[in-house]
């Protein structure tokens, strides 16, 4: 499983922010079992870089999985040796856009104006993260996609629900990063599992 291949099929990436390495590979099976191959575990949480290795272990060729909240050239360096295969930012900065497309992993930065999304393109960026999405909602992204790149895929991250991903499809979103309702500390695995199903059928009612 590769990034590109995640945005042609099912582009949903659960963000794991406080996943712990003791559970972490029961929650990704979970969600691939439901159908959500990537994987973002934010470096904010408790020993992210050794989930991110147990996961990558478990699931290589599976599932897709990297680092979120991502600040420095340095954090990107130990997201690859942990076996990150992609760098997402809550910010745009060339430093780490250059650093992550130097140490061959995929780039998603975060941007919320048109001078970060092009200075993210310029800098290497592979795609774009419109965070937080809920508070620029559709009607920017619409507006923004006239002028950005077509080849450059936004991802809505923030506020997104089963319910409204149609909205931010018909505005040109490629795909979402959902958090906090998807997972919680101390979920259960069935439940998220539950919650993952839920947004995968919504990714579906929203092609329609």
Known sequence: MTWTRLLDTLPIIAILRGLTPGEAVAIAAA?????????EVPLNSPEPLESIRRI????????????????????????????????VSPNTDPAVIRATKAAGLYSAPGFFTPTEAFSALASGADALKLFPADVAGPAALKAMKAVLPPSAPVIAVGGVDPATMGGWRAA??????????????GLPPADVEARARRFVDGWARSAS
């Open 31 to 39: 969600l691939e079992t439901a159908g959500v191959l990537g994987l």
């Open 56 to 87: 990558r272990e478990a699931f290589d060729g599976r599932l897709v999985v990297g680092a979120g909240t991502v600040l420095t050239v340095d954090e990107v360096s130990a997201v690859q040796a942990a076996g990150g295969q992609f760098i």
């Open 172 to 185: 040109g979103a490629a795909g979402f990063g959902v958090g906090s309702a998807l997972y919680q500390p």
